[in-house]
């Protein structure tokens, strides 16, 4: 008898919803919420209740009987570092999404949308592989400066998942590959994984490696820390938003839509073909030095995300590292069935739910 799933993936304008049977995707849909009904909202736990409802009429609408559900999974959010898996949605997840314990994202939503579903059907809720997951070796924790050490804030859950992929191609385990993967998308992520395990990353959110369509990466410290006392950008929120949101893409070309670049390029604009490949030209570095962390052996380079639909990107990195490794590109995200796998893991008892506690514990 199959499992019944529900994964639910928010962003920040819609709720991507997927129901499933076992491994087996039954309907998908994305839930638009309007940018103006959005505004209403002060943060991000504001709209837990809007989201719920319109979640259950959705469902509603399309006659599916909750009551089925086996099991509720939603993308995890910005937790305490902690190591990959599935984690059952407990009181200490809700405590630290609630009150958005490292940032306030969308992200942080999906555990608490799955529990406040399955809670009344007295079904269990879980989170999968949340952006949290922070597996890297202490010696890559060192920044330079002591009272700075580098964190993972990474795409956990699809890297890990096109990871699996590529291993089950090869015929080999998920934790007897080692693969440099680089998700692109609208922000990117470069791990390391070895023995199932992220064990050194660019962090793309607000830390270091290549810019992003949105965000700006590591930039020359010295100029960074005479940008901040300049004037120009009064508070730290003024600087974030310079540096993440309106960075990148956005802030040389006005756009954070590669396809709309690679127009450009073949209209001649000199200045996109520039901006695109810096973006390959950074990439490729990031690939080769975390390569380096396991002496240059590894099985393959994976290419992930939207960005690795563009042959012209996927060609340019591979020029540049094919070298050290095979680059694969397995473009997309697999992140709704990426979460319905980690849930089936625990149902099926291949794996036991691990357990989230707060800091202070």
């Known amino acids: 008898m199959a499992f019944h799933i529900l994964a639910i993936n928010p962003g920040s304008t819609s709720t991507k919803i997927a129901l499933f049977e076992d491994d087996q995707k039954v309907s998908e849909t994305v839930l638009e919420h309007p940018s103006e ?107 330079g400066m002591s009272d700075i050490s580098r964190r993972s804030l990474i795409h956990a859950l699809n890297i890990r998942a096109v990871t699996r992929e590529y291993a089950k ?4 385990k998920f934790d007897e590959v080692t693969c440099v993967v680089a998700h692109m998308g609208g922000g990117c992520t470069t791990v390391i994984i070895k023995e199932g395990k992220c064990i050194d990353m660019y962090n793309g959110l607000d830390g270091d490696g290549a810019f992003s369509p949105t965000r700006s990466g590591a930039v020359p410290v010295g100029d960074l820390i005479r940008l901040c006392y300049s004037g120009k950008y009064p508070t730290v929120d003024d600087m974030m938003k310079r540096a993440v949101g309106d960075a990148g893409l956005v802030a040389y070309l006005g756009t954070a839509d590669m396809r709309v670049v690679e127009k450009r390029i073949e209209e001649g604009d000199e200045k996109a073909r520039i901006i695109r490949d810096a973006f390959i030209y950074q990439h490729a570095k990031d690939i080769a030095a975390l390569a380096s962390v ?57 794996e036991d739910a691990k357990h989230y506690e707060n800091e202070e514990e």
Not at 334 to 343: D, K, Q, T, V, W
């Open 294 to 350: 396991n002496f240059g052996k590894i099985d393959a380079t994976i290419l992930t995300g939207g960005l690795a639909y563009d042959q012209q990107i996927v060609k340019g990195i591979e020029e540049r590292v094919g070298w050290i490794a095979p680059v694969v590109a397995i473009p997309g995200e697999r992140e709704m069935i990426a979460l319905a796998l980690g849930a089936l893991r625990v149902l099926y008892g291949e």
């Open 37 to 143: 009904e959005m505004a209403k909202f002060p943060k991000t736990i504001d709209q837990l209740d809007f989201r719920y409802n319109v979640i259950m009429n959705y469902l509603k609408e399309q006659n599916y009987d909750v009551s089925q559900l086996d099991a509720c999974v939603g993308r995890g959010g910005y937790l305490h570092p902690i190591e990959a898996g599935t984690y059952l949605v407990n009181d200490a997840i809700v405590h630290d999404l609630t009150i958005a314990l490292h940032g306030d994202h969308a992200a942080n939503l999906g555990g608490l949308l799955a529990r406040k579903i399955a809670d009344p059907l007295g079904k269990p809720s879980y989170i999968v592989d949340p952006t949290a997951v922070d597996e890297i070796t202490p010696v890559a924790r060192i920044s």
């Open 169 to 172: 191609s090869v015929g080999k």
